[in-house]
């Protein structure tokens, strides 16, 4: 690789899967960084305003010394009005916005049913006005431009010609990335214990806890025996079937809420045997990655992004139902009770398919992109 840029970077959502992914590319990067970073709350302010806040902090970036080659971006932010709030020498500088997610293909649950238009046009507007434009899987990318034509028609805007010549020039622009994972050393269960089952994610409906908790009470009702460990961050609108299932599952919780520890949740990943998801919203599943590469058996759905990004693994994926779920946990619960080796050979599959997403090979593969835009 040349020699190394200087890279400032701007994330206006500075927590949770954004944060880990700008924090460990960071470390593991041979480019030099500036960042500037807002905290993970209210998004839509953030999605709104961002751009503003942040630009003007440049000026004291430059004043300290540091000469940015490239401007890289996540889609919580207006690129376009973000570069054009920057200092005039700045402006020309190639730009790198990433898609952590889009906001055409959230699952709706208030607003009467309506998107936010100005958050989708931002994202629209993102990706015309930067260089590169990175999505960390094939599906975010579709989900949003493969939609665009329909939602313009629900605006009645009628020069669609000129917004497909424009997702056109995205397509062109665009390129699939792999998240980073830090590696963990995963941890062999004896046995001794009933198998420890893991759902980590936001406690919030797109993530569809219901489902899970009813197939769990199936589960304890048909007699099978597990530990439970339901972590994640709460939020304002967290679903109120984590008050029942709290009670319900009093004597299986190992681990309930947030772990503000990184070494807590670590620990908890490596405990784990099986991580779940039931999410119906989903662009890479970032946790899912962690807990798979700390040993634990994913369980997914046959939807969002799992088909795209465990296309080679039909094993760990139950199709959209809640049977299909109950049975895929029976089966796995039944090969750690009675099959430890068939458990266990499952699991290195599961491991190997992580290994490709450790930040030792990921950032050189985005330090490299980055020289391109």
Not at 45 to 65: F, M
């Amino acid at each position: 690789m040349s020699n190394p840029l200087n890279i400032l970077a701007f994330e206006p959502f500075y927590g949770g899967s954004h944060k880990a992914f700008i924090d460990g590319w960071i470390k593991h990067s041979s480019h030099n960084w500036q960042l500037l970073a807002l905290p993970d709350e209210n998004w839509r302010w953030r999605n709104r305003n961002a751009a503003v806040t942040l630009s003007a902090n440049v000026d004291k970036v430059i004043k300290n010394g540091f000469e940015p080659d490239l401007i890289f971006t996540t889609s919580m932010i207006d690129t376009s009005t973000l570069m054009s709030l920057l200092p005039k020498a700045l402006r020309a500088l190639p730009v790198i916005t990433l898609f952590h997610e889009n906001q055409l293909h959230y699952p709706l649950r208030s607003d009467n049913g309506r998107r936010h238009i100005d958050a989708v046009l931002n994202d629209y507007k993102s990706a015309l006005a930067s260089d590169q434009v990175w999505w960390n899987s094939n599906y975010n990318r579709t989900t949003l431009l493969e939609n665009l034509p329909g939602f313009f028609n629900t605006l009645r805007i009628e020069d669609l010609d000129e917004l497909n010549q424009n997702i056109e020039q995205i397509n062109e622009k665009s390129i699939t990335i792999p998240l980073g994972i830090d590696k963990f050393e995963p941890q062999r269960s004896t046995g001794k214990e009933p198998v420890h089952i893991v759902w980590a994610a936001r406690w919030e409906h797109d993530k569809n806890p219901e489902e899970f908790f009813r197939a769990l009470n199936k589960i304890k009702m048909n007699g099978f025996k597990f530990r439970l460990s339901v972590i994640g961050e709460k939020t304002i609108g967290t679903p109120k079937c984590f008050i029942w299932a709290k009670e319900r599952f009093k004597n299986e919780i190992i681990n309930w809420g947030f772990l503000p520890s990184r070494d807590d949740y670590i620990k908890c990943l490596q405990d784990g045997d099986i991580i779940v998801s039931t999410s119906k919203h989903e662009f890479f599943g970032l946790s899912i990655f962690e807990a798979v590469s700390a040993g634990c058996l994913p369980i997914l759905p046959n939807r969002v992004v799992y088909p795209e990004l465990f296309a080679d693994f039909p094993e760990f994926i139950y199709q959209e139902t809640t049977e299909a779920f109950i049975a895929k946990l029976k089966e796995f619960i039944s090969l750690y009770d009675n099959d430890r080796d068939s458990f266990n050979s499952f699991q290195q599959k599961a491991i190997s398919h992580a290994q490709q997403y450790h930040w030792r090979i990921v950032a050189k593969q985005l330090d490299l992109l980055a020289t391109k835009a």
